[in-house]
Protein backbone atom coordinates (compact mmCIF):
# COMPACT_ATOMS: atom_id res chain seq x y z
CA UNK A 1 0.00 0.00 0.00
CA UNK A 2 1.26 3.36 -1.06
CA UNK A 3 1.85 6.55 1.25
CA UNK A 4 -0.06 9.12 1.28
CA UNK A 5 1.31 11.58 -1.20
CA UNK A 6 2.00 14.83 -0.07
CA UNK A 7 3.69 18.26 -1.21
CA UNK A 8 6.99 17.41 0.53
CA UNK A 9 6.80 13.61 -0.66
CA UNK A 10 6.06 14.55 -4.23
CA UNK A 11 8.62 17.29 -4.12
CA UNK A 12 11.10 14.63 -2.65
CA UNK A 13 10.30 11.91 -5.06
CA UNK A 14 11.29 14.26 -8.21
CA UNK A 15 14.29 15.03 -6.06
CA UNK A 16 15.32 11.35 -6.00
CA UNK A 17 14.68 10.92 -9.61
CA UNK A 18 16.80 13.66 -10.57
CA UNK A 19 19.58 12.04 -8.40
CA UNK A 20 19.03 8.52 -10.06
CA UNK A 21 18.67 10.22 -13.63
CA UNK A 22 21.17 12.30 -13.44
CA UNK A 23 23.50 9.89 -15.61
CA UNK A 24 21.55 10.39 -18.35
CA UNK A 25 22.61 14.49 -18.83
CA UNK A 26 25.85 13.24 -18.11
CA UNK A 27 26.52 10.84 -20.79
CA UNK A 28 24.06 12.92 -23.59
CA UNK A 29 27.11 15.27 -23.40
CA UNK A 30 29.71 13.03 -22.79
CA UNK A 31 28.34 11.35 -26.10
CA UNK A 32 28.15 14.56 -28.43
CA UNK A 33 31.76 15.65 -27.33
CA UNK A 34 32.99 11.85 -28.54
CA UNK A 35 31.19 11.63 -31.55
CA UNK A 36 31.88 15.53 -32.50
CA UNK A 37 28.03 16.37 -33.09
CA UNK A 38 28.49 20.49 -31.95
CA UNK A 39 31.83 21.05 -33.39
CA UNK A 40 30.17 21.16 -37.23
CA UNK A 41 27.82 23.96 -35.72
CA UNK A 42 30.14 26.54 -35.11
CA UNK A 43 29.86 27.41 -38.15
CA UNK A 44 26.09 28.17 -37.97
CA UNK A 45 22.71 26.21 -37.76
CA UNK A 46 22.65 22.54 -40.06
CA UNK A 47 19.99 20.11 -40.11
CA UNK A 48 19.89 16.66 -39.05
CA UNK A 49 20.66 15.51 -42.45
CA UNK A 50 23.54 17.56 -42.65
CA UNK A 51 24.94 16.52 -39.54
CA UNK A 52 24.00 12.53 -40.33
CA UNK A 53 26.09 12.53 -43.28
CA UNK A 54 28.99 14.54 -41.65
CA UNK A 55 28.78 12.20 -39.10
CA UNK A 56 27.69 9.15 -40.76
CA UNK A 57 25.10 8.57 -38.04
CA UNK A 58 21.81 6.99 -38.08
CA UNK A 59 19.36 9.92 -39.17
CA UNK A 60 16.29 9.23 -36.82
CA UNK A 61 18.72 8.24 -33.81
CA UNK A 62 20.97 11.61 -34.57
CA UNK A 63 17.21 13.80 -34.44
CA UNK A 64 16.17 12.15 -31.81
CA UNK A 65 19.90 12.87 -29.97
CA UNK A 66 19.83 16.04 -31.04
CA UNK A 67 16.46 16.77 -29.48
CA UNK A 68 18.13 15.58 -25.87
CA UNK A 69 20.82 18.18 -26.69
CA UNK A 70 18.05 20.53 -26.84
CA UNK A 71 16.58 19.50 -24.06
CA UNK A 72 20.04 20.18 -21.78
CA UNK A 73 20.67 23.52 -23.06
CA UNK A 74 23.03 23.07 -25.52
CA UNK A 75 21.63 23.32 -28.75
CA UNK A 76 18.10 25.20 -30.18
CA UNK A 77 15.77 24.79 -33.25
CA UNK A 78 16.36 27.33 -35.68
CA UNK A 79 14.59 27.89 -39.03
CA UNK A 80 17.02 25.91 -41.12
CA UNK A 81 18.14 23.21 -38.06
CA UNK A 82 19.54 23.04 -35.00
CA UNK A 83 22.12 26.00 -33.60
CA UNK A 84 24.86 26.09 -30.86
CA UNK A 85 23.85 27.67 -27.53
CA UNK A 86 25.91 29.98 -25.55
CA UNK A 87 26.39 26.87 -23.35
CA UNK A 88 27.02 24.41 -26.36
CA UNK A 89 29.81 26.68 -27.41
CA UNK A 90 31.34 27.06 -23.99
CA UNK A 91 31.65 23.39 -23.94
CA UNK A 92 33.63 22.87 -27.05
CA UNK A 93 35.48 26.33 -26.56
CA UNK A 94 39.00 25.11 -26.12
CA UNK A 95 39.67 27.25 -23.74
CA UNK A 96 37.48 26.55 -21.33
CA UNK A 97 38.46 23.23 -20.03
CA UNK A 98 34.91 21.43 -20.38
CA UNK A 99 35.74 19.40 -23.53
CA UNK A 100 38.60 18.03 -21.49
CA UNK A 101 36.73 17.43 -19.19
CA UNK A 102 34.45 15.29 -20.75
CA UNK A 103 36.63 13.29 -22.31
CA UNK A 104 37.95 12.92 -18.87
CA UNK A 105 34.85 11.96 -17.80
CA UNK A 106 33.85 9.23 -19.83
CA UNK A 107 37.24 7.52 -19.97
CA UNK A 108 38.33 8.16 -16.27
CA UNK A 109 35.76 9.31 -14.05
CA UNK A 110 32.88 7.16 -14.84
CA UNK A 111 34.43 4.10 -15.09
CA UNK A 112 36.08 4.73 -10.94
CA UNK A 113 32.83 6.04 -9.72
CA UNK A 114 30.48 3.57 -10.62
CA UNK A 115 32.85 1.08 -8.44
CA UNK A 116 32.61 3.90 -5.35
CA UNK A 117 31.50 1.04 -2.87
CA UNK A 118 35.05 -0.66 -3.32
CA UNK A 119 36.25 2.43 -1.72
CA UNK A 120 33.81 2.64 0.90
CA UNK A 121 34.02 -1.30 2.23
CA UNK A 122 38.38 -1.41 1.80
CA UNK A 123 39.17 2.90 2.56
CA UNK A 124 41.29 2.23 -0.66
CA UNK A 125 40.89 4.37 -4.10
CA UNK A 126 38.39 2.63 -6.70
CA UNK A 127 40.45 3.79 -9.47
CA UNK A 128 43.21 1.28 -8.73
CA UNK A 129 40.91 -1.66 -8.76
CA UNK A 130 39.34 -0.37 -12.06
CA UNK A 131 42.20 -0.17 -14.03
CA UNK A 132 44.82 -1.58 -12.27
CA UNK A 133 47.19 1.21 -12.07
CA UNK A 134 46.75 4.90 -10.29
CA UNK A 135 45.33 7.89 -12.07
CA UNK A 136 48.33 9.14 -12.69
CA UNK A 137 49.76 5.85 -13.74
CA UNK A 138 46.89 5.95 -16.29
CA UNK A 139 47.69 9.08 -17.35
CA UNK A 140 51.41 8.64 -17.93
CA UNK A 141 50.37 5.70 -20.22
CA UNK A 142 47.80 8.02 -22.04
CA UNK A 143 49.35 10.95 -22.57
CA UNK A 144 46.10 12.36 -24.66
CA UNK A 145 44.18 12.39 -21.50
CA UNK A 146 47.15 13.67 -19.25
CA UNK A 147 47.14 16.49 -21.49
CA UNK A 148 43.66 16.78 -21.10
CA UNK A 149 43.49 16.67 -17.27
CA UNK A 150 46.34 19.47 -17.04
CA UNK A 151 44.17 21.70 -19.52
CA UNK A 152 41.22 21.52 -17.24
CA UNK A 153 42.96 21.77 -14.01
CA UNK A 154 44.76 25.25 -15.73
CA UNK A 155 41.04 26.39 -16.36
CA UNK A 156 40.41 25.82 -12.82
CA UNK A 157 43.28 27.66 -11.31
CA UNK A 158 42.34 30.35 -13.63
CA UNK A 159 38.81 30.58 -12.22
CA UNK A 160 40.72 30.24 -9.04
CA UNK A 161 42.71 33.51 -9.44
CA UNK A 162 39.72 35.92 -10.44
CA UNK A 163 38.55 35.13 -6.89
CA UNK A 164 41.02 33.86 -4.43
CA UNK A 165 42.79 37.29 -3.70
CA UNK A 166 39.96 39.24 -3.56
CA UNK A 167 38.69 36.86 -1.02
CA UNK A 168 41.83 36.17 1.35
CA UNK A 169 44.35 38.41 2.82
CA UNK A 170 48.09 36.98 2.40
CA UNK A 171 49.66 39.64 3.75
CA UNK A 172 50.40 37.68 7.15
CA UNK A 173 51.93 35.41 5.36
CA UNK A 174 55.51 35.00 4.44
CA UNK A 175 54.76 31.69 2.85
CA UNK A 176 52.25 29.96 0.39
CA UNK A 177 52.27 26.33 -0.23
CA UNK A 178 49.84 25.00 -3.62
CA UNK A 179 50.07 21.64 -3.70
CA UNK A 180 48.52 20.65 -6.69
CA UNK A 181 49.70 23.96 -8.09
CA UNK A 182 49.96 23.48 -11.53
CA UNK A 183 52.35 26.06 -13.66
CA UNK A 184 52.11 28.08 -10.80
CA UNK A 185 50.05 30.76 -12.47
CA UNK A 186 47.81 31.33 -9.10
CA UNK A 187 51.27 31.25 -6.82
CA UNK A 188 52.91 33.95 -9.82
CA UNK A 189 49.37 36.42 -8.70
CA UNK A 190 49.93 35.57 -5.23
CA UNK A 191 53.31 36.40 -4.81
CA UNK A 192 53.00 39.85 -7.10
CA UNK A 193 50.31 41.27 -5.35
CA UNK A 194 52.33 40.07 -2.01
CA UNK A 195 56.34 41.13 -2.87
CA UNK A 196 57.12 39.94 0.97
CA UNK A 197 56.19 36.28 0.60
CA UNK A 198 57.43 33.59 -0.81
CA UNK A 199 56.05 30.32 -2.63
CA UNK A 200 55.99 26.64 -2.83
CA UNK A 201 54.50 24.78 -6.01
CA UNK A 202 54.21 21.53 -5.85
CA UNK A 203 52.66 19.04 -8.27
CA UNK A 204 53.59 16.08 -10.58
CA UNK A 205 56.99 16.43 -12.81
CA UNK A 206 55.91 16.94 -15.83
CA UNK A 207 53.76 19.53 -15.01
CA UNK A 208 56.04 21.78 -12.55
CA UNK A 209 58.46 21.22 -15.77
CA UNK A 210 56.15 24.38 -16.93
CA UNK A 211 56.58 26.58 -14.08
CA UNK A 212 59.60 27.94 -14.39
CA UNK A 213 58.88 29.98 -17.88
CA UNK A 214 55.73 31.15 -16.25
CA UNK A 215 57.31 32.08 -12.75
CA UNK A 216 60.22 33.97 -14.62
CA UNK A 217 57.78 35.87 -16.59
CA UNK A 218 56.07 36.95 -13.78
CA UNK A 219 59.55 38.35 -12.02
CA UNK A 220 58.69 36.08 -9.02
CA UNK A 221 61.29 33.11 -9.54
CA UNK A 222 63.60 34.54 -7.28
CA UNK A 223 60.81 34.31 -4.56
CA UNK A 224 59.03 30.09 -5.44
CA UNK A 225 60.09 27.30 -5.91
CA UNK A 226 58.50 24.42 -8.33
CA UNK A 227 58.85 21.08 -7.05
CA UNK A 228 57.75 17.38 -7.08
CA UNK A 229 59.05 16.59 -3.98
CA UNK A 230 57.13 18.08 -0.99
CA UNK A 231 59.29 19.70 0.94
CA UNK A 232 59.31 18.70 4.40
CA UNK A 233 57.85 22.52 6.64
CA UNK A 234 60.54 23.50 9.53
CA UNK A 235 58.19 25.58 12.22
CA UNK A 236 60.40 27.33 15.08
CA UNK A 237 58.78 29.09 17.80
CA UNK A 238 61.39 31.76 19.03
CA UNK A 239 64.79 33.33 17.18
CA UNK A 240 66.98 30.89 18.37
CA UNK A 241 65.19 28.12 16.98
CA UNK A 242 65.04 29.53 13.58
CA UNK A 243 68.63 30.32 13.93
CA UNK A 244 69.50 26.27 14.83
CA UNK A 245 67.29 25.43 11.90
CA UNK A 246 68.96 27.91 9.01
CA UNK A 247 72.35 26.62 10.41
CA UNK A 248 72.01 23.21 10.26
CA UNK A 249 70.78 23.52 6.51
CA UNK A 250 73.59 25.96 6.06
CA UNK A 251 71.27 28.72 3.99
CA UNK A 252 70.69 32.15 4.72
CA UNK A 253 67.42 31.92 2.73
CA UNK A 254 63.89 30.62 3.99
CA UNK A 255 64.77 27.76 1.28
CA UNK A 256 67.19 24.76 1.89
CA UNK A 257 67.72 22.40 -0.52
CA UNK A 258 65.15 20.11 -0.03
CA UNK A 259 63.24 21.96 3.68
CA UNK A 260 61.53 25.19 3.96
CA UNK A 261 62.27 27.05 7.69
CA UNK A 262 59.32 29.15 8.41
CA UNK A 263 60.47 32.04 11.02
CA UNK A 264 59.19 32.35 14.42
CA UNK A 265 55.19 34.03 14.55
CA UNK A 266 55.16 33.27 11.01
CA UNK A 267 51.66 31.58 9.93
CA UNK A 268 51.82 28.95 6.79
CA UNK A 269 48.60 28.96 4.12
CA UNK A 270 48.55 26.23 1.78
CA UNK A 271 46.40 26.46 -1.24
CA UNK A 272 44.58 23.57 -3.03
CA UNK A 273 42.68 22.90 -5.45
CA UNK A 274 41.78 19.66 -5.19
CA UNK A 275 43.25 17.19 -2.19
CA UNK A 276 43.52 13.20 -3.49
CA UNK A 277 43.50 10.77 -0.23
CA UNK A 278 44.52 13.35 2.05
CA UNK A 279 41.46 13.86 4.63
CA UNK A 280 39.22 16.92 4.80
CA UNK A 281 41.84 19.72 3.92
CA UNK A 282 39.38 22.25 5.30
CA UNK A 283 40.26 20.55 9.02
CA UNK A 284 44.07 21.35 8.89
CA UNK A 285 45.78 24.00 10.52
CA UNK A 286 46.72 26.84 8.11
CA UNK A 287 44.86 25.25 4.84
CA UNK A 288 43.28 27.75 2.81
CA UNK A 289 41.12 25.54 0.61
CA UNK A 290 40.19 26.66 -2.36
CA UNK A 291 37.52 25.29 -4.88
CA UNK A 292 36.20 27.79 -7.47
CA UNK A 293 32.63 27.80 -7.96
CA UNK A 294 32.08 30.03 -10.66
Known amino acids: MHSPVTPESAAQRTRLLDLLQGYRATCIVVTAIELGVL ?13 GDKLGAHLPSLQRFLRALEVVGL ?11 SMGRLLIDPDAGLRDRAVLTEAEYLPAWLDLRHSVMTGEPAFPAVFGMS ?27 RSVLGAYDFSGSRLVVDVGGG ?3 LMAEILKQYPHARGVVFDQPHVVEGAR ?82
Open 39 to 51: EPLRAGPASASEL
Open 75 to 85: VEQHANGVALT
Open 135 to 161: VWEHRKANPELGARFDRAMADLHARAR
Open 183 to 185: RGA
Open 213 to 294: PLLTDAGVLDRCRATNSCPKIIHTNTDTEYSQAMMSLNTTDLFGKKDVVIPPEVRIYELSGTMHGGGDPTQLPGVVYVMPTS
